[in-house]
C-alpha cells in the first residue's frame, strides 16, 4: 500500500501545480506556461495509468491473501481433527433401539462330535461409543474432569460385562460349571417383566465380569451415558439395572 500512497501524493502535487497555472486571473497565458501545462498534464496521465497499474496488482495480492486465509484457517481445522482423533471409532449397531432379544438375528452352528454337543451363538448387544461430538454437548457440570477416551474406556468396559453375562445366558445350563451356574442363577433372579426383551447389567456384573471400580467417578460416567440416551436405570429389589438403549 505504500507505493499507492506515494502515487497518490505525487498526483496531488501535480494537480496543484497545474491549478496554479491555470491561474483564471491571468486573461493570457504565455506559450511558455502552455508548454509547461502540457508537460505536466502528460505527466500526470502517465501517473494515473501507473496508479491504475498499482491498483490492479493490489487487487490480485488482496485476492491471493483472502485464498491463503482460506488455506490456512483449513489447515487449522484439518491440525484439529489430527490432535482430537478419537481413541474410540463408534460402533453402528444393526439393531434398532430397544429391540427385544427375540427379535434379534441368532446363527446356530451345529457341530457334529462324539456327544452330539449342539453350540448356540447368538448376537449380543453392545452399547455404542460415545461421539466427540456427543461429548462436547454433555455439560460442563456433569462431566467434570472425566476426558473423552475415560468415558469410552467406560464404555468399553461396560460391554464386557454385557458380552461375559449374556454369553453364559446364551449356553445350555448343564455345559456350565459350578460357578457359571451360581451366576446365570443370579442373572435369572434379576430379571423382572420390564427388563425382559432387553440387555442389562448391575453393579455386581462391573466388578466381577469387568474388573471395574463402582466408585463415585463410575456414577458420574453413568449419569453421562443416561444423559446420551445409551442406557435407562430400573430400580428394584434393592439393585439398579443398567439397560442398554
Known amino acids: 500500500m505504500g507505493d499507492l500512497e506515494t502515487l497518490s501524493c505525487h498526483i496531488k502535487e501535480k494537480i496543484s501545480f497545474i491549478e496554479c497555472l491555470l491561474d483564471l486571473s491571468i486573461a493570457e497565458v504565455?506559450?511558455?506556461?502552455?508548454?509547461?501545462l502540457k508537460q505536466e498534464l502528460d505527466a500526470l496521465e502517465r501517473l494515473l495509468m501507473e496508479f491504475e497499474k498499482n491498483v490492479g496488482q493490489q487487487k490480485k495480492q488482496l485476492q491471493h491473501l483472502k485464498a491463503l486465509e482460506e488455506l490456512?484457517?483449513?489447515l487449522k481445522s484439518l491440525q484439529h481433527l489430527k490432535d482430537n482423533v478419537p481413541g474410540h471409532i463408534p460402533n453402528i449397531c444393526p439393531n434398532k433401539e430397544n429391540e427385544p432379544l427375540t427379535n434379534q438375528s441368532t446363527v446356530t452352528d451345529v457341530e457334529s462330535t462324539q456327544h452330539h454337543t449342539v453350540k448356540i451363538k447368538s448376537y449380543i448387544r453392545e452399547m455404542e461409543f460415545i461421539t466427540l461430538t456427543e461429548f462436547e454437548r454433555i455439560p460442563r457440570y456433569m462431566k467434570g474432569r472425566l476426558s473423552y477416551d475415560q468415558i469410552n474406556k467406560a464404555v468399553e468396559n461396560i460391554n464386557t460385562a454385557v458380552v461375559a453375562k449374556y454369553n453364559i445366558f446364551h449356553q445350555p445350563l448343564k455345559t456350565l460349571n459350578n460357578h457359571a451356574r451360581k451366576l446365570y442363577q443370579r442373572f435369572k433372579d434379576q430379571e423382572t417383566k420390564d427388563t425382559r426383551g432387553h440387555y442389562f447389567v448391575v453393579e455386581?456384573?462391573?466388578r466381577e465380569l469387568a474388573q471395574m471400580k463402582v466408585d463415585k467417578r463410575l456414577q458420574v460416567i453413568l449419569n453421562m451415558l443416561r444423559h446420551c440416551q445409551r442406557l435407562r436405570e430400573l430400580r428394584g429389589g434393592g439393585i439398579t439395572r443398567y439397560i442398554l438403549l
Open 30 to 36: 504565455p506559450q511558455n506556461k502552455m508548454n509547461k
Open 72 to 74: 490456512f484457517q483449513n
Open 204 to 206: 455386581e456384573d462391573f
